[in-house]
Protein backbone atom coordinates (compact mmCIF):
# COMPACT_ATOMS: atom_id res chain seq x y z
CA UNK A 1 0.00 0.00 0.00
CA UNK A 2 1.15 3.82 -0.73
CA UNK A 3 1.44 6.13 2.31
CA UNK A 4 -1.33 8.34 1.65
CA UNK A 5 -0.24 12.07 1.43
CA UNK A 6 -0.54 14.64 4.35
CA UNK A 7 -3.44 16.79 4.10
CA UNK A 8 -1.22 19.52 5.68
CA UNK A 9 1.40 19.70 2.67
CA UNK A 10 0.35 22.99 0.38
CA UNK A 11 0.07 22.21 -3.56
CA UNK A 12 2.92 23.45 -5.25
CA UNK A 13 2.56 26.35 -7.50
CA UNK A 14 1.89 26.04 -10.85
CA UNK A 15 4.44 28.37 -12.87
CA UNK A 16 2.45 29.33 -16.45
CA UNK A 17 3.87 28.52 -19.55
CA UNK A 18 6.62 26.23 -17.74
CA UNK A 19 4.73 22.91 -18.68
CA UNK A 20 3.96 24.27 -22.15
CA UNK A 21 7.50 25.26 -22.55
CA UNK A 22 8.94 22.57 -21.66
CA UNK A 23 6.69 20.22 -23.56
CA UNK A 24 7.57 22.34 -27.06
CA UNK A 25 11.27 22.21 -26.13
CA UNK A 26 11.04 18.15 -25.95
CA UNK A 27 9.81 18.48 -29.87
CA UNK A 28 12.13 18.24 -32.12
CA UNK A 29 12.36 21.68 -34.70
CA UNK A 30 11.32 20.57 -38.02
CA UNK A 31 12.05 23.53 -40.85
CA UNK A 32 8.98 24.09 -43.13
CA UNK A 33 11.29 22.79 -46.37
CA UNK A 34 11.63 19.63 -44.85
CA UNK A 35 7.82 18.66 -45.30
CA UNK A 36 7.26 19.97 -49.01
CA UNK A 37 7.27 17.14 -51.60
CA UNK A 38 10.70 16.89 -53.75
CA UNK A 39 9.61 17.07 -57.19
CA UNK A 40 11.96 17.46 -60.16
CA UNK A 41 12.01 20.06 -62.76
CA UNK A 42 13.38 18.98 -65.86
CA UNK A 43 12.40 21.39 -68.01
CA UNK A 44 13.18 24.24 -65.65
CA UNK A 45 16.48 22.86 -65.68
CA UNK A 46 16.81 23.05 -68.85
CA UNK A 47 15.70 26.46 -69.39
CA UNK A 48 18.03 27.44 -66.40
CA UNK A 49 20.97 25.19 -67.99
CA UNK A 50 20.31 27.60 -71.39
CA UNK A 51 20.66 30.75 -69.39
CA UNK A 52 24.10 29.90 -67.51
CA UNK A 53 25.56 28.55 -71.02
CA UNK A 54 24.19 31.43 -72.98
CA UNK A 55 25.88 33.73 -69.78
CA UNK A 56 29.20 31.91 -70.47
CA UNK A 57 29.03 32.45 -74.43
CA UNK A 58 28.41 35.85 -73.54
CA UNK A 59 31.37 36.76 -71.42
CA UNK A 60 33.72 34.42 -73.45
CA UNK A 61 32.69 36.36 -76.53
CA UNK A 62 33.34 39.36 -74.84
CA UNK A 63 37.10 38.57 -73.82
CA UNK A 64 37.66 37.21 -77.47
CA UNK A 65 36.47 40.38 -79.01
CA UNK A 66 37.76 43.02 -76.31
CA UNK A 67 40.82 43.28 -73.78
CA UNK A 68 41.04 40.33 -71.54
CA UNK A 69 42.38 42.79 -68.93
CA UNK A 70 40.14 45.20 -69.41
CA UNK A 71 36.60 43.24 -69.90
CA UNK A 72 36.40 42.38 -66.82
CA UNK A 73 36.37 45.53 -65.13
CA UNK A 74 32.94 46.13 -66.62
CA UNK A 75 29.85 45.44 -63.90
CA UNK A 76 27.72 43.79 -66.85
CA UNK A 77 30.49 41.01 -67.18
CA UNK A 78 30.70 40.39 -63.23
CA UNK A 79 27.00 39.79 -62.94
CA UNK A 80 26.92 37.80 -65.85
CA UNK A 81 29.22 35.47 -64.07
CA UNK A 82 27.21 35.02 -61.28
CA UNK A 83 24.25 34.75 -63.36
CA UNK A 84 26.33 31.44 -64.55
CA UNK A 85 27.08 30.45 -61.11
CA UNK A 86 23.63 30.65 -59.94
CA UNK A 87 21.68 29.20 -62.92
CA UNK A 88 23.87 26.12 -62.96
CA UNK A 89 23.06 25.57 -59.15
CA UNK A 90 19.23 26.31 -59.59
CA UNK A 91 19.77 24.05 -62.71
CA UNK A 92 20.94 21.13 -60.57
CA UNK A 93 18.72 21.94 -57.66
CA UNK A 94 15.70 21.53 -59.86
CA UNK A 95 16.82 18.09 -62.21
CA UNK A 96 17.89 16.56 -58.84
CA UNK A 97 14.55 17.60 -57.14
CA UNK A 98 17.00 19.57 -54.00
CA UNK A 99 15.32 21.86 -52.26
CA UNK A 100 15.85 25.81 -54.35
CA UNK A 101 18.27 27.84 -53.47
CA UNK A 102 17.64 30.72 -51.11
CA UNK A 103 15.21 33.80 -52.41
CA UNK A 104 17.47 36.47 -51.55
CA UNK A 105 20.11 34.66 -53.65
CA UNK A 106 18.05 34.96 -56.81
CA UNK A 107 16.83 38.25 -56.25
CA UNK A 108 20.38 39.32 -55.33
CA UNK A 109 21.13 38.45 -58.77
CA UNK A 110 18.24 39.62 -60.79
CA UNK A 111 19.40 42.82 -59.12
CA UNK A 112 22.42 42.87 -60.54
CA UNK A 113 21.27 41.90 -64.07
CA UNK A 114 18.71 43.84 -64.58
CA UNK A 115 20.53 47.14 -63.06
CA UNK A 116 23.47 46.56 -65.27
CA UNK A 117 20.79 46.63 -68.56
CA UNK A 118 18.70 49.54 -67.37
CA UNK A 119 22.12 51.68 -66.67
CA UNK A 120 23.40 50.31 -70.62
CA UNK A 121 20.05 50.89 -72.09
CA UNK A 122 19.15 54.07 -70.31
CA UNK A 123 22.64 55.78 -70.00
CA UNK A 124 25.09 54.56 -72.43
CA UNK A 125 23.18 52.50 -75.70
CA UNK A 126 21.89 55.54 -77.14
CA UNK A 127 25.56 57.80 -76.79
CA UNK A 128 26.81 59.46 -79.92
CA UNK A 129 29.60 57.89 -79.35
CA UNK A 130 28.43 54.33 -79.29
CA UNK A 131 29.55 52.84 -76.00
CA UNK A 132 31.03 49.00 -75.88
CA UNK A 133 33.11 47.15 -74.11
CA UNK A 134 34.79 45.19 -76.70
CA UNK A 135 35.44 48.14 -78.93
CA UNK A 136 39.05 49.78 -78.34
CA UNK A 137 39.24 51.44 -74.94
CA UNK A 138 35.81 50.96 -74.55
CA UNK A 139 34.07 52.89 -77.25
CA UNK A 140 33.25 52.78 -81.26
CA UNK A 141 33.08 55.21 -83.82
CA UNK A 142 29.52 54.46 -84.78
CA UNK A 143 26.59 51.78 -83.59
CA UNK A 144 27.78 48.07 -83.26
CA UNK A 145 27.79 45.61 -86.16
CA UNK A 146 28.81 41.92 -86.46
CA UNK A 147 29.61 39.93 -83.29
CA UNK A 148 30.11 43.13 -80.87
CA UNK A 149 26.35 43.37 -81.56
CA UNK A 150 25.48 40.52 -80.88
CA UNK A 151 27.47 40.03 -77.75
CA UNK A 152 25.70 43.16 -76.54
CA UNK A 153 22.56 41.85 -76.89
CA UNK A 154 23.52 38.94 -75.46
CA UNK A 155 25.01 40.69 -72.39
CA UNK A 156 22.28 43.24 -71.87
CA UNK A 157 19.00 41.78 -72.95
CA UNK A 158 19.00 38.68 -73.73
CA UNK A 159 20.31 37.19 -70.27
CA UNK A 160 18.75 40.35 -67.77
CA UNK A 161 15.34 39.06 -69.80
CA UNK A 162 15.35 35.39 -69.28
CA UNK A 163 16.99 35.71 -65.22
CA UNK A 164 13.86 38.13 -65.10
CA UNK A 165 11.38 35.30 -66.82
CA UNK A 166 13.01 32.79 -64.61
CA UNK A 167 12.68 34.34 -61.25
CA UNK A 168 8.99 35.84 -62.36
CA UNK A 169 7.40 32.64 -63.18
CA UNK A 170 9.88 29.82 -61.71
CA UNK A 171 10.58 30.64 -58.21
CA UNK A 172 8.67 30.56 -55.37
CA UNK A 173 6.93 33.91 -54.02
CA UNK A 174 6.79 35.94 -50.76
CA UNK A 175 10.15 34.70 -49.09
CA UNK A 176 11.98 38.22 -49.45
CA UNK A 177 12.20 40.51 -46.72
CA UNK A 178 13.11 44.72 -46.99
CA UNK A 179 15.95 44.10 -44.52
CA UNK A 180 17.84 42.14 -48.05
CA UNK A 181 17.57 45.08 -49.96
CA UNK A 182 20.03 46.79 -47.85
CA UNK A 183 22.74 43.25 -48.29
CA UNK A 184 22.27 43.71 -51.82
CA UNK A 185 23.85 47.58 -51.75
CA UNK A 186 27.49 46.47 -50.75
CA UNK A 187 28.11 45.10 -54.48
CA UNK A 188 27.17 47.67 -56.20
CA UNK A 189 28.31 50.14 -54.12
CA UNK A 190 31.62 48.53 -53.68
CA UNK A 191 32.34 48.53 -56.96
CA UNK A 192 31.96 51.61 -58.04
CA UNK A 193 34.19 52.98 -55.35
CA UNK A 194 37.29 50.40 -55.91
CA UNK A 195 36.58 51.78 -60.02
CA UNK A 196 36.76 55.51 -59.19
CA UNK A 197 39.85 54.52 -56.67
CA UNK A 198 41.68 52.96 -59.08
CA UNK A 199 41.01 55.13 -61.68
CA UNK A 200 42.04 58.05 -59.30
CA UNK A 201 45.46 55.36 -58.73
CA UNK A 202 46.54 55.43 -62.22
CA UNK A 203 48.58 58.30 -63.85
CA UNK A 204 46.90 60.68 -66.52
CA UNK A 205 46.58 59.69 -69.94
CA UNK A 206 46.49 55.35 -69.25
CA UNK A 207 44.09 53.91 -71.62
CA UNK A 208 41.23 52.41 -70.34
CA UNK A 209 41.69 54.82 -67.08
CA UNK A 210 37.79 54.56 -66.22
CA UNK A 211 35.48 51.78 -67.87
CA UNK A 212 32.46 54.20 -68.00
CA UNK A 213 32.04 57.75 -68.85
CA UNK A 214 29.91 58.19 -66.21
CA UNK A 215 32.90 58.08 -63.33
CA UNK A 216 35.84 59.55 -65.40
CA UNK A 217 36.51 61.91 -62.35
CA UNK A 218 39.46 63.76 -64.99
CA UNK A 219 36.52 64.99 -67.61
CA UNK A 220 33.80 65.46 -65.34
CA UNK A 221 35.41 66.25 -62.10
CA UNK A 222 35.14 65.08 -58.63
CA UNK A 223 31.75 66.14 -57.45
CA UNK A 224 30.14 65.46 -60.50
CA UNK A 225 31.21 61.98 -60.34
CA UNK A 226 29.77 61.55 -56.60
CA UNK A 227 27.11 62.32 -57.46
CA UNK A 228 26.69 60.26 -60.34
CA UNK A 229 27.62 57.66 -57.81
CA UNK A 230 25.08 58.84 -55.64
CA UNK A 231 22.45 58.38 -58.20
CA UNK A 232 23.18 55.19 -59.06
CA UNK A 233 23.06 53.93 -55.71
CA UNK A 234 19.83 55.41 -54.79
CA UNK A 235 18.15 54.32 -57.88
CA UNK A 236 19.40 50.85 -57.75
CA UNK A 237 18.39 50.66 -53.97
CA UNK A 238 14.73 51.80 -55.12
CA UNK A 239 14.94 48.55 -57.79
CA UNK A 240 15.76 46.37 -55.42
CA UNK A 241 12.95 47.68 -52.73
CA UNK A 242 11.22 47.12 -55.94
CA UNK A 243 11.76 43.18 -56.34
CA UNK A 244 10.78 43.11 -52.87
CA UNK A 245 7.57 44.56 -53.22
CA UNK A 246 6.86 42.57 -56.46
CA UNK A 247 7.77 39.38 -54.78
CA UNK A 248 4.71 39.96 -52.28
CA UNK A 249 2.29 40.32 -55.06
CA UNK A 250 3.55 38.07 -57.90
CA UNK A 251 1.37 34.97 -58.08
CA UNK A 252 2.71 31.59 -57.64
CA UNK A 253 1.82 28.59 -58.85
CA UNK A 254 0.24 26.33 -56.81
CA UNK A 255 2.08 23.21 -57.49
CA UNK A 256 5.13 24.76 -56.28
CA UNK A 257 3.72 26.22 -53.03
CA UNK A 258 4.18 24.24 -50.27
CA UNK A 259 1.37 21.84 -48.99
CA UNK A 260 -0.40 22.98 -45.82
CA UNK A 261 0.73 21.23 -42.56
CA UNK A 262 -2.18 19.58 -41.14
CA UNK A 263 -1.82 16.41 -38.59
CA UNK A 264 -5.33 15.58 -39.29
CA UNK A 265 -8.07 15.73 -41.95
CA UNK A 266 -9.82 19.56 -42.59
CA UNK A 267 -12.84 19.92 -41.02
CA UNK A 268 -15.37 22.10 -39.27
CA UNK A 269 -14.86 21.91 -35.57
CA UNK A 270 -13.70 24.40 -33.07
CA UNK A 271 -10.67 22.59 -32.60
CA UNK A 272 -9.56 23.58 -36.57
Not at 62 to 67: C, K
Not at 247 to 254: A, F, M, T, Y
Request: proline fraction near 9%; glycine fraction near 6%.
Amino acid sequence: MTAPIPADIPDIPRIPGIAANAAAAAVPVVPAYAVVPRVRRPLVAAFRLLIALSAVAGVALALLLGSPTRVPGYFTILSTLMVAVVSTVTARRAWTARHPLRASVTACTLLYAVGGSLVYHLLLADNPTTFSMTGAAGQATGPLTGWHALTSLLLHTVIPVAVAVDWLLLTLPGALRLQSAITWMILPLAYLACTVARGLLLPPGTQDRYPYPFLDVSELGFVEVLGNIAILGVACYGLAVLIVAVDHVRPGSRRHRPPENRISSPATSGLK
